[in-house]
């Protein structure tokens, strides 16, 4: 079965760095693609980030581009999101989620259930 | 930016049809994906490629696009069906998945 199960959310201040962890399980890590995507309260879903299976190749969302790095290390099979510059429009639910395919350009067959970051002074 | 656009909210009363579009430009040569999100829950995938269910999706929901737009149809809608749902295509000029903005479905 496979399981994402992300940690790491946290109240943090304005300008504030963290860094978000994903632990995977029931696959083959080291051959998908993997992705963070956000959830602001009531709000629709945002993409934030991808990772190719081999770490070579990311991309980000504009709205968190210079503020935002994602990396992996596949001999934890582990994904992160290291967050810095923190700022209140970043307050969401951030989701780990499993490309279909290796480059990230595919469909996402699995979620894991999110951690949430809230930005607040 | 490729922009992918749904309708807000769906309404349809129990044991009908209900379609969900998703619009965007010359979106069928795009294969288009959708999820399904039920309040406090993360999001699953429903339909991938157009019109392919993964294992354990009923065959009540079903997908197609064309042109500029894209459509899921959920047939003898139940009250379970009752959740936001989203859109997704891959833009290869940005190099980064987007999400459409999402559709309230809501059973009568």
């Known amino acids: 079965e496979v399981q994402l199960v992300e940690s790491g959310g946290v109240v943090v201040q304005p300008g504030g760095s963290l860094r978000l962890s994903c632990a995977a399980s029931g696959f083959n890590f080291d051959e998908c693609a993997m992705h963070w995507v956000r959830q602001a309260p009531g709000k629709g879903l945002e993409w934030v980030s991808f990772?190719?299976?081999?770490?070579?190749?990311?991309n980000y969302a504009d709205s968190v581009k210079g503020r935002f790095t994602i990396s992996r290390d596949n001999s934890k099979k582990s994904l992160y999101l290291q967050i810095s510059s923190l700022r209140a429009e970043d307050s969401a639910l951030y989701y780990c989620t499993k490309d279909r395919g290796s480059r990230g350009s595919n469909y996402l067959d699995h979620w894991g259930q999110g951690t949430l970051v809230t930005v607040s002074s | 930016s490729y922009v992918l656009t749904q309708p807000p909210s769906v309404s349809v009363a129990p044991r009908q049809t209900a379609r969900i579009t998703c619009g965007g430009y010359?979106?069928?040569?795009?294969?288009v994906h959708w999820y399904q999100q039920k309040p406090g829950q993360a999001p699953v995938l429903v339909v991938h490629d157009d019109y392919d269910r993964p294992s354990g999706i009923p065959e009540r929901f079903s997908g197609s696009n064309s042109g500029n737009t894209a459509t899921l149809t959920i047939s003898r809608v139940e009250a379970g069906d009752e959740a936001d749902y989203y859109c997704h295509v891959w833009d290869p000029t940005s190099d980064q998945p987007v999400f459409g903005g999402g559709t309230k479905l809501t059973v009568l």
């Open positions: 990772i190719s299976l081999d770490g070579v190749r990311t």
């Open positions: 010359i979106i069928g040569s795009k294969s």
